[in-house]
């Protein structure tokens, strides 16, 4: 069973969630039958292109190549971009090609940035591989880089044609990253409340690949970020609940020099954020957060860092403002609060408590 979910951007799309989806009626109106590229890594490639590029041939697509990059949030570089954008020229695509990329976060975020700037913009379909991608970073038009300075410094705004998660493959992705998919469906439930919200009592099944369990929370988590990018395309205020556990999770992932995995470092970032929520509005969801986390096999501890360089890359992030930082926390369950500014002294005690 395959079902889709509108996002109402300024250029609206659907994202289609289900086993084995049918490429063609999918991609009917969002594009037209021409000349493609896939763009893919060395983990999603291997596994998943050729399938892809049957099924696009058989609907009269013209598949001028694949572009497969090395695995890995390295990849999200101006090195690797430039060696992406250089293939498509390569390739002769023109403005009308569409980029097709199948793959992580990763992959959705170089390729999705390539295909915002080739030429001036060509067409996007997203064809997420990962969960993370599938319930996250494949909807709402944020495309980028990296720095060596920072994540996410680099960037803009490109809004798919359509977005295609294939929930089959799953079946390739390794355990602890579908772990970290997890992290931010259970990011998105407790912004989100009622019925998402209770719908996390499917963690455990989602965990052991259940099909259903697994379709019925990303629906959900789709379904909740397309509205909150449909009332906030731009990121003017709302849209900044999606950073919950993120302030201190971007921070971590860079003070562990990316060793650790994002939705891991978004598992703990979250667990900060319950700490300075209770602190702040005294819902003590601290347990719930660790119950959350455990039915998900996500970390609870924080690895061997000094709280110190973790600020360090807090003051680095570049949702910071004027030397404050600014949290998204809970008042409650399904009630986030955003632009939260914490002293720097708080933060401290918070990470060490954590
Ligand atoms: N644009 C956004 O709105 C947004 C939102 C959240 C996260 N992100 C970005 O997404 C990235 C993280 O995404 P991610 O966790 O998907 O990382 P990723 O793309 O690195 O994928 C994780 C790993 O799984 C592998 N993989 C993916 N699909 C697979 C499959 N089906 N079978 C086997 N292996 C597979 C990848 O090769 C990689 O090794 C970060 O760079 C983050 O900044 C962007
Ligand atoms: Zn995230």
Not at 24 to 50: F, I, Q, R
Not at 241 to 269: F, K, R
Not at 318 to 323: D, N
Request: hydrophobic share 45%.
């Amino acid at each position: 069973l395959v079902a889709r979910v509108s996002v109402a951007a300024s250029t609206p799309y659907e994202v289609f969630v289900g086993r084995d989806p049918d490429l063609g009626e999918a991609l009917a109106g969002a594009a037209e039958p021409g000349v493609g590229v896939v763009v893919t890594d060395s983990n999603a490639g291997p596994a998943h292109s050729e399938a892809v590029i049957r099924a696009l041939r058989d609907l009269g697509w013209t598949v001028a190549g694949v572009v497969e990059v090395v695995a890995g949030e390295a990849s999200k570089s101006l090195a690797t971009y430039e060696s992406v954008l250089r293939e498509l020229a390569r390739l002769g695509l023109d403005r009308e090609a569409t980029l097709f990329a199948l793959g992580g976060g990763v992959v959705g975020d170089l390729g999705g940035f390539a295909a915002h700037t080739y030429m001036r913009g060509i067409r996007l379909v997203q064809l997420p591989t990962s969960l993370l991608a599938m319930v996250d970073s494949s909807v709402g038009g944020k495309v980028g880089l990296d720095l060596p300075e920072g994540k996410n410094l680099v960037g803009g705004f490109l809004q798919p044609a359509a977005v295609i998660a294939d929930t089959a493959w799953l079946d390739t992705l390794p355990d602890r990253e579908l772990s970290c998919g997890l992290a931010e469906v259970i990011k998105m439930g407790l912004l989100a409340g009622g019925d998402y919200y209770r719908a996390l009592e499917l963690l455990p099944a989602a965990l052991e690949r259940d099909p259903e369990a697994l379709e019925a929370l990303i629906l959900h988590a789709v379904g909740f970020k397309a509205r909150v990018v449909a009332e906030d395309e731009r990121e003017g205020g709302l849209r900044a609940i999606l950073n919950y556990g993120h302030t201190v999770g971007h921070a971590l992932e860079a003070a562990a020099g990316y060793e650790l995995l994002h939705g891991e470092a978004v598992a703990l970032g979250m667990l900060a954020a319950a700490e300075l929520s209770y602190r702040r509005y005294g819902a003590d969801l601290r347990s719930e957060h660790r119950r959350l986390l455990r039915a998900a096999n996500l970390p609870e501890d924080l690895p061997e860092l000094d709280a110190e360089s973790v600020l360090e890359a807090m003051r680095r992030d570049k949702k910071r403002r004027s030397g404050e930082h600014r949290f998204v926390l809970l008042r409650e369950v399904g009630e986030p609060e955003w632009g939260v500014k914490v002293e720097e002294p708080e933060v401290l005690e918070v990470l060490e408590r954590v």
